[in-house]
């Protein structure tokens, strides 16, 4: 095992000292990593706001600084109380492992406490520390408390706050739910919970994969009620960060979800007239941010999920039910009219000089070339319609950013 | 590639990269290294390939090496991503695949390494990373990959394996880490990697798959992982293996990729960064050699764009008995 310069003394003494901290103030909600010009500076602030409160630290320490329930660790000793951390934990999981059987009670007790608190110290400050989690996990598959899983649920909010892209972290919270819902049952208020804590984070961590997949994650524990409600509530958002894909991603999966509900009977059943009635809106609503926000990839990409399911599963079922072909279809017609309106009013360039118009005519133009990329009978009543002329705009816009993409379009 | 672009745009500082990845695992003093001592297995492979690719894996002991990846493996045959850690299939690939690149694949007790990985294999045909659970198309990818250079993919499902990756395929005909989640192209190159793998590419939807991922090109000529991020060296391993082995490598502009690798090189110390001048790690020197391999770039050892090892390395173990 590799020990770092300090002595013993030193050691435990950081490692104490931020155990201290910890158990002083449980009600931590964030922790960040900080450089020591930075404490003056906090203080500073604090200051101002709670004049009469007594710093927690005479000032002589400078490692670490929590006010208001959050805590900042100086860069100046992450190195070390990272390692001492990680030696101590180490230490107190192979005892775990080595004695667990040969001890009493209280003595397995003592040693899975030991483990617990070092695993919170190391995974605070290395989040990705698997090893760390598990140890965790083998621990609190012994017990039946529901109140251990909801602690548990916090710290890894609170690591979140620090490390919002720790892929072992979010897994650590979905094994959580999943023991919570096996053990006990899943409550409702639980997944709402989680949905906010994603949309909190994302607010800070833009794009972030991770994060955005643990909410889809939770699609599948949502009652249709649910699904709905979440299709409402994160349409604001969305709206605020129109460059996220993977909200609009979220979007995709719960309306999926509400089309899956379409064919089912029973409790989680839903209305064909309603499902198109959402996709109706999010449709119009989409076309209304695609125009407000020129040249976003996402709502683009977003655009062509909507458009492609919607005549697919609205329109060409009632083709099916009257035995029309799509090509014959009034409202797939009418349909097709209204975004090449969109198309020719995107392709309008007014500036070359702001990238974000020609972004807009090229999105536009390969949007609408991959409508009839996955449905072929769309080819024919898209030449008629653009005519000539118009086709070859489209063309030429593509060929201007992509043009060994283009050689296959044109080839097919 | 033209050689007279080729000469405006620079050259890869081959042995400054060599000296660096030598140098960084001298180098134990950074933060960034004391939190990144959990994954030494798979920085080891990541190192180890790209000296490979460079024709100099010669330089490292090759027995100091060796020995300690069996100091990493457990009893269940699993191996852990550094001493006294957890085993986890992520570090068992880097394992077997170090064990591949020094052709010591003998050492090893195939059979309880493959009930390791076999073990992981639920129900539906989706793989856990570990005893603990999670499911996600990358453990897919790492299973097939690793019972395949072991030759023992007899011993799972295949066809429920295979069923479990396709289900996970989105309408912009990408894939994500379970069914229903968000297209990354990671994500991809494991999927149509585990595809290519057990000979499945027929259920991948090339073109549209192929749209998806030369979209990922931006003017720099970086490629991105997903929409309207930044672009990042490590795609041009995850997007243009994915392309490559669809067949589809045609529709991107190969020559500004190139350049963009090269203009992401730490010119004095070695080492590539995700953008330029960013700082350099060994994680992105990798992707970094390992896209220029895959783009023919002279005097880089061609790389298996499925298996992510050197072609040459492959061959020997599909052609040894």
């Known amino acids: ?37 930075q404490f003056t500076l906090l203080d500073k602030e604090d200051g101002l706001s709670n004049q009469n409160k007594p710093l927690p630290y005479n000032g002589t320490s ?12 100086s860069t100046d000793i992450l190195i070390q109380l990272c390692k001492d951390a990680k030696h101590v934990f180490l230490a107190a999981l192979e005892e775990y492992k080595s004695h ?17 608190k070092h695993s919170q110290a190391v995974l ?41 892209k720790s892929e072992p972290t979010w897994s650590h919270r979905r094994w959580i739910i999943k023991m919570i819902s096996r053990r006990f049952s899943t409550p409702q208020e639980i997944i709402t919970k989680e949905s906010k804590l994603v949309e909190s984070i994302g607010e800070r961590s833009k794009m972030n994969y991770r994060a ?14 649910q699904v709905l409600h979440e299709l409402n509530k994160s349409k604001r958002w969305a709206a605020l960060h129109v460059t996220d894909s993977s909200c609009f991603h979220y979007r995709r999966r719960l309306m999926l979800r509400i089309l899956e509900s379409v064919n089912v009977k029973g409790s989680n059943a839903y209305d064909k007239t309603e499902a198109h009635k959402i996709w109706m809106e999010e449709l119009d609503w989409n076309k209304e941010l695609v125009e407000r926000y020129v040249g976003r990839e996402a709502l683009w990409l977003h655009r062509r999920f909507l458009s492609l399911n919607w005549i697919m599963y609205f329109a060409c079922n009632h083709s099916s039910e ?56 769309l080819w024919r009543m898209l030449e008629e319609k653009l005519g000539t002329e118009k086709l070859k705009c489209v063309l030429s816009t593509i060929a201007q950013e992509r043009p060994l993409f283009l050689q296959h379009l044109v080839n097919v | 590639m033209s050689s007279t672009s080729s000469n405006q745009m620079g050259q890869l500082v081959a042995d400054k990269h060599v000296r660096y990845i030598l140098m960084a695992e001298k180098k134990k003093e950074s933060f960034e290294s004391v939190v990144m001592d959990h994954l030494r297995m798979n920085g080891a492979y990541w190192g180890l390939t790209t000296l490979d690719l460079l024709d100099k894996l010669g330089t490292v002991s090759e027995d100091e090496v060796v020995s300690w990846i069996m100091t990493c493996q457990h009893e269940s045959g699993g191996f852990a991503g550094n001493v006294g850690h957890d085993p986890h299939i992520l570090y068992t690939l880097s394992a077997v695949q170090i064990l591949a690149l020094f052709d010591k694949i003998n050492i090893l007790d195939v059979g309880k390494v493959s009930s390791y990985v076999a073990g992981l294999q639920n129900k539906d045909g989706s793989f856990s990373g570990d005893m ?22 007899d011993k799972i499902n295949v066809e429920k394996a295979v069923d479990y990756i396709v289900s996970c395929k989105n309408l912009d005909g ?69 392309l490559i082995m669809i067949d589809r490598v045609h529709w991107i502009d190969k020559e500004k990729l190139v350049k963009f690798i090269l203009d992401c090189q730490d010119l004095d110390n070695g080492g590539i960064s995700d953008r330029p001048d960013d700082a350099v790690d060994i994680f992105h020197t990798y992707f970094g050699v390992a896209g220029l391999s895959l783009l023919e770039y002279p005097g880089v050892k061609a790389i298996d764009p499925a298996y992510a090892l050197p072609v040459d390395v492959v061959n020997r173990i599909i052609f040894t008995k």
């Open chain 1, 1 to 37: 095992m590799e020990q770092g310069s300090s002595s013993e003394e030193d050691c435990f003494g950081l490692l104490n000292q931020f155990h201290h901290v910890l158990q002083s103030d449980p009600l931590i909600d964030e922790v960040g990593f900080i450089h020591p010009s």
């Open chain 1, 62 to 73: 400078r490692n670490f600084w929590n006010q208001d329930h959050k805590l900042g660790i």
């Open chain 1, 100 to 116: 667990g059987n040969a001890c009493n009670e209280s003595q397995i007790m003592n040693i899975e406490s030991e483990v617990m």
């Open chain 1, 124 to 164: 605070l400050l290395s989040s990705d520390f698997g090893t760390a989690w598990n140890a965790r996990k083998l621990i609190l598959s012994k017990t039946d408390q529901l109140s251990a899983f909801t602690e548990e649920l916090r710290l890894s909010g609170l690591i979140l706050s620090n490390s919002p």
């Open chain 1, 212 to 225: 955005w997949y643990h909410r889809c994650w939770l699609v599948s524990y949502m009652a249709i009620g």
């Open chain 1, 322 to 377: 009257t035995g029309l072909s799509i090509i014959t279809n009034e409202e797939v017609a009418i349909f097709i009219d209204n975004e090449i309106h969109l198309l020719e009013s995107s392709m309008i360039v007014p500036d070359t000089k702001f990238e974000d118009f020609q972004a807009q005519a090229l999105y536009a133009a390969v949007y609408m070339l991959w409508l009839p990329k996955n449905i072929p009978e």
């Open chain 2, 132 to 153: 603990w659970g999670e499911i996600d198309t990358r453990f897919s990818y790492i299973a097939i990959c690793c019972l395949s250079i072991l030759k023992t993919l």
């Open chain 2, 174 to 242: 990408g894939f994500g880490c379970t069914p229903g989640a968000e297209s990354h192209a990671g994500q991809i190159f494991c999927c149509v990697g585990a595809l290519a793998l057990t000979g499945s590419l027929h259920r991948v939807d090339k073109d549209l798959l192929g749209w998806w991922l030369c979209e990922r090109q931006g003017k720099s000529g970086g490629l991105n992982g997903r929409p309207e991020k930044l672009p990042d060296v490590c795609y041009s391993w995850w997007v243009l293996s994915s």
